[in-house]
Structures are given as C-alpha cells and as structure tokens.
C-alpha cells in the first residue's frame, strides 16, 4: 500500500488478536469445533478441532460448524468470519471415510446424511465475509469448503486436491461448478479427473487462493485482512458478495440480492411512506419522490 492510501486510511493496525472463547444460545456445548471472537474487534473464528483425523468432518462438526455460522450472522459486532482447522497438518480433508454409510455420512448409531451441502449453502449466502485460513491439507470435501468462502489466504505448507474418484465420491455441486469458474473448466476436470495433489504456489497461480504466506504469518496475514474488511462499509459488502454469487447461484442469487435492495429500500423515506400511509390508513404520496432518469 503507498504513503497516500495510509493518509486517507491510517495504517491497518498490527497488534496481536486476543481470541475468547464464544458459544451460541442453544446451551450446547461445541465438541468438534472451537469458537472464537476476537476481543474489541470484529472477528469470529470457527476451527474444525479433529486434527488427530486430518480435521475430517461427521455430520456432528456439520451440524456446530452451522451453529457457530449462524451466531457469527447474528452477532452485529462480527463483520468478518475466519473459518479454520486446528493444528498445521490440515485445514480439513473432507468427510470422514470411516463413517461414511450407504445413506451418507453417519454419527453412532443415527442416520446418514450429506449435511456439508447445507453448510456449503450457509457459507454462499451468510452476508459478510468468510475466510479459508488454510494450512496443510485442504482435500474433498474440505477443498469444496475452502472454494465456498469468499477468500482463501493458504500457508506456504498448503495442500489442495479433490479426492472424489479415488474414493468413491464427488460434489457435483459447488464442488464442481465453483471450482469451474475459479480455475477455469480445464483445471477444473484435471483436478478432478486425476485427482492431483497441488501446492500451495501452484493454487496461488491456478486462482484457487488469494495470496500464499509463510506458515508462522498463516493468522497474522490473515487477521490483517479481516481488519483492513472491517474498515469498509459492511452494506457495500454485504451487497457485494451477494452480487459476486448472484448468477452463479441462480433464482436464490437473486433472492439474496433482491433481499439486499428491499433492505436498503426500508432504510428510506419512499419506502417508509408506504408502510406509514397504511399504518396511518392514507393514500400514500408518493409524489415527492424523484423518478430518476
Ligand atoms: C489428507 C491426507 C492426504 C493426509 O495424509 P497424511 O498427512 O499422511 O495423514 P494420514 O496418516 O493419512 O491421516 C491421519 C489420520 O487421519 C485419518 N484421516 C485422514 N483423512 C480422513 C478422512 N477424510 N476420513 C477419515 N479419516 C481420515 C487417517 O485415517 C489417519 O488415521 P489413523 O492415524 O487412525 O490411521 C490423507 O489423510 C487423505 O488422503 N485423507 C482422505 C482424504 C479423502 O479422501 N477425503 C474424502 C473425500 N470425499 C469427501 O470429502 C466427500 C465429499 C462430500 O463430503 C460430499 C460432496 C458432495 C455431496 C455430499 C458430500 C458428502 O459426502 O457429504
């Protein structure tokens, strides 16, 4: 950044993150995952904690991963969420093999399920921004993970690939068309069809990460990122990453961006005549409002 930015933005602060332990409101504890806030500051992170299984998620993780998700959405002092894997050996390599059933993935004794595609789907559309801090291995349904937030910042010890044919699987969904439009249809059927392994500087070129940094700088680089965000303005933002998804996500794009435009629109005078006139049982005039050109 040069001398003039800073003038108008002053220097992104560089003093270290203190992290306090954060729950949601259901009085359940979070065993597979850790939940973070950043103190005075508006960062959430969420860690999948199953490092001795490479942080390979069972419907379990799913179902706190989507918790914490939803506390960090609800919490108006979080404008950036941090979604990470604990230790430095993986970021998340994908759904665990060892409960994989005919139905699904499967806790003791309950029924399958594929409830990654939820959490896929609550990534996409939580209105503010999710970042894949990514060191180690970052594979399967883990690599789908790291491609639905909204920036990845890898370590240098990043390891990216999809495993799927190898193992009997495949995400014909985001997996498959987001990682399209990220790394272009070529790559793309490459990294699926031979199942590759890349590392964290090939992903950096491919377009699968935004900047690669030494591990020891993994969340320092990373909390750097979440400060300069913050900055800005969280509706622009807001409106932005709905913008960025809207046509790849379709009907429900648009209703993510549609639903941005209408709350923007309460925000105004034009708008509040109509509720104001109907509480108030008038005609609306909406006369005074400019048609602009
Ligand atoms: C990640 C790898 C490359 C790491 O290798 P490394 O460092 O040599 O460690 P290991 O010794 O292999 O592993 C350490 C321990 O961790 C266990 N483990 C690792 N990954 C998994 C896993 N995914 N499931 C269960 N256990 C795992 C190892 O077994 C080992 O345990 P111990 O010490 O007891 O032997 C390497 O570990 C690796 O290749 N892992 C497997 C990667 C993989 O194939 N993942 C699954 C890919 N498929 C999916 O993710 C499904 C996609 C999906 O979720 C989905 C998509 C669309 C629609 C629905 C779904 C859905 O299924 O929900």
Known sequence: MNDSYHRTHGKVPTHPVVWE??????????????YAKAVGEGIAKITINRPERRNAFRPQ??????RAFNDARDDAAVGVIIL??????????GGDQAL???????????????????????????PKPIIAMVA???IGG??????VCDLTIAADNAVFGQTGPKVGSFDAGYGSSIMSRLIGPKKAREMWFL?????????EKMGLVNTVVPLENLEKETVKWCREILRNSPAAIRVLKSALNAVDDGHAGLQELGGNA???FYGTEEGNEGKNAYLQRRRPDFSKFPRRP
Do not use: W
């Open 84 to 93: 990470t894997g604990k230790g430095t050996d993986a970021f998340c390599s």
């Open 142 to 147: 883990g690599h789908v993970l790291h491609m």
């Open 195 to 203: 199942t590759r392994f890349y590392t964290a500087s090939e992903a």
């Open 21 to 34: 332990p954060a729950f949601d409101d259901s009085g359940k504890k979070f065993i597979d995952i850790i």
């Open 136 to 138: 180690g291995y970052a």
């Open 61 to 66: 993780t799913i179902k706190e991963l989507m």
């Open 100 to 126: 994989r059933t005919k139905d699904g993935y499967a806790d003791d004794a309950d029924i399958g399920r594929l409830n990654v595609l939820d959490l896929q789907i609550q990534i996409r559309r939580l």
């Open 262 to 264: 209408t709350l923007l």
